[in-house]
């Protein structure tokens, strides 16, 4: 059996600690041998750094870096693991700006070095049973709901409301790497609503209706002031039956038959994305699919915004 791939964790927020070290752990083609950290974190005796330029300068061996941080500082830190020759995986969104994402595919293709873009949505229980079932029918209609609590699911994340972080498109974009799955046409932005706190960068809700190639509707409804019971579902009207993909794709009904009972959990998903990632450094290709990214980017370029009331946490 091949060594397993060295891995250093860079950012160690809510993501780091809840998914990425309990897959790297999980998995036995993958070692975590170091993490990346402003705050000094590290995991039981491993080495930590402070940044990736330490962890560098400090001839530390590793193969390949998960970076688990905000967007916002995501090109500078992936540009310079790219340089080092390391295999680097991107969170999602994978970058603030398509144009940079588009700057690392080429400089990890110059490199020669595996640079995966996740999209850890797609990994849920539910999604390929529903893109094979989808793949056979015509599509009339599409409605995405993602209604969750800003306060709930991301305390204390100022970044998510700064210039770059997306607002309520951090989880919306989870819903839009789905659809651009399942859905079998290409589709794209019609017309966007925003709604943007007064005090705030980025947008607290949002409306988007889209259209596919071949003229079907879809509309996505966004919105982190959710109370109550919280929304992650797609509802897919065809022409022969209603498809369901709720609880973030982990959930699937097909007219009312549940397939795949599952709650909401995202613990089977980034086993997922780091076995496509040990799998795609083996292979040496990179894995770089930028739709969710540009349809948020079209839905920002084309958006009506609208003053709503200051958001406080
Ligand atoms: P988070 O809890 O705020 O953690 C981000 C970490 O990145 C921070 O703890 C910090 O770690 C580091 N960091 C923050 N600002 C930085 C800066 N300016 N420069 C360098 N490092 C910085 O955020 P998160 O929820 O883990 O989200 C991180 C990414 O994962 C986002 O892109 C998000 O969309 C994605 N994601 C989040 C979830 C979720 O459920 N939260 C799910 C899937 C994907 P150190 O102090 O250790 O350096």
Same mark, same amino acid.
């Given at each position: 059996?091949?060594?397993?791939?060295?891995?250093?964790?860079?950012?160690?927020?809510?993501?780091?600690?809840?998914?990425? *070290?309990?897959?790297?752990?999980?998995?036995?083609? +993958?070692?975590?041998?170091?993490?990346?950290? &402003?705050?000094?974190?590290?995991?039981?005796?491993?080495?930590?750094?402070?940044?990736?330029?330490? *962890?560098?300068?400090?001839?530390?061996? =590793?193969?390949? %870096?998960? !970076?688990?941080?905000?967007?916002?500082?995501?090109?500078?830190?992936?540009?310079?693991?790219?340089?080092?020759? /390391?295999?680097?995986?991107?969170?999602?969104?994978?970058?603030?700006?398509?144009?940079?994402?588009?700057? !690392?595919? #080429?400089?990890?293709?110059?490199?020669?070095?595996? !640079?995966?873009?996740?999209?850890?949505?797609?990994?849920?229980?539910?999604?390929?049973?529903? @893109?094979?079932? +989808?793949?056979?029918?015509?599509?009339?209609?599409?409605?995405?709901?993602? @209604?969750?609590?800003?306060? =709930? /699911?991301?305390?204390?994340?100022? /970044?998510? /409301? $700064?210039?770059?972080?997306?607002?309520?498109?951090?989880?919306?974009?989870?819903?839009?790497?789905?659809?651009?799955?399942?859905?079998?046409?290409?589709?794209? =932005?019609?017309?966007? $609503?925003?709604?943007?706190?007064?005090?705030?960068?980025?947008?607290?809700?949002?409306?988007?209706?889209?259209?596919?190639?071949?003229?079907? %509707?879809?509309?996505?409804?966004?919105?982190? @002031?959710? $109370?109550?019971?919280?929304?992650?579902?797609? =509802?897919?009207?065809?022409?022969?039956?209603? *498809?369901?993909?709720?609880?973030?794709?982990?959930?699937?009904?097909?007219?009312?038959?549940?397939?795949?009972?599952?709650? *909401?959990?995202?613990?089977?998903?980034?086993?997922?994305?780091?076995? &496509?990632?040990?799998?795609?450094?083996? #292979?040496?290709?990179?894995?770089?699919?930028?739709?969710?990214?540009?349809?948020?980017?079209?839905?920002?370029?084309?958006?009506?915004?609208?003053?709503? #009331?200051?958001?406080?946490?």
């Amino acid at each position: 059996m091949s060594k397993p791939i060295r891995i250093a964790v860079v950012g160690m927020g809510k993501i780091a600690h809840d998914q990425h *070290l309990p897959a790297i752990h999980a998995d036995p083609g +993958l070692e975590l041998v170091a993490t990346v950290s &402003r705050r000094g974190e590290s995991v039981g005796d491993l080495p930590h750094f402070n940044d990736i330029t330490e *962890l560098a300068a400090s001839g530390f061996e =590793v193969d390949a %870096v998960g !970076l688990c941080t905000p967007p916002q500082v995501r090109w500078a830190i992936a540009q310079f693991a790219i340089e080092q020759g /390391w295999h680097t995986f991107l969170e999602k969104p994978p970058g603030e700006t398509l144009s940079e994402v588009i700057a !690392l595919q #080429e400089a990890a293709k110059a490199q020669r070095v595996s !640079l995966f873009a996740s999209w850890h949505s797609r990994y849920a229980a539910g999604v390929e049973p529903a @893109r094979e079932w +989808l793949s056979k029918r015509t599509i009339e209609r599409v409605t995405i709901t993602w @209604r969750e609590d800003v306060r =709930v /699911w991301h305390p204390g994340q100022t /970044w998510i /409301w $700064e210039p770059g972080g997306f607002g309520v498109f951090d989880p919306g974009i989870n819903a839009l790497s789905i659809a651009t799955r399942i859905l079998p046409s290409p589709f794209f =932005v019609q017309r966007c $609503e925003l709604d943007m706190p007064s005090n705030r960068d980025a947008p607290i809700a949002a409306r988007v209706a889209f259209r596919d190639t071949s003229g079907a %509707v879809i509309d996505m409804d966004l919105d982190f @002031r959710q $109370e109550g019971k919280q929304s992650w579902d797609i =509802v897919v009207r065809t022409d022969s039956g209603i *498809l369901t993909l709720s609880e973030g794709g982990s959930v699937l009904h097909v007219d009312g038959t549940t397939d795949s009972p599952r709650g *909401l959990d995202l613990a089977g998903e980034y086993p997922g994305l780091y076995r &496509r990632f040990a799998d795609i450094i083996r #292979e040496g290709i990179s894995d770089v699919d930028l739709r969710p990214l540009r349809l948020v980017a079209d839905a920002f370029l084309c958006a009506r915004r609208i003053e709503v #009331e200051p958001f406080v946490e």
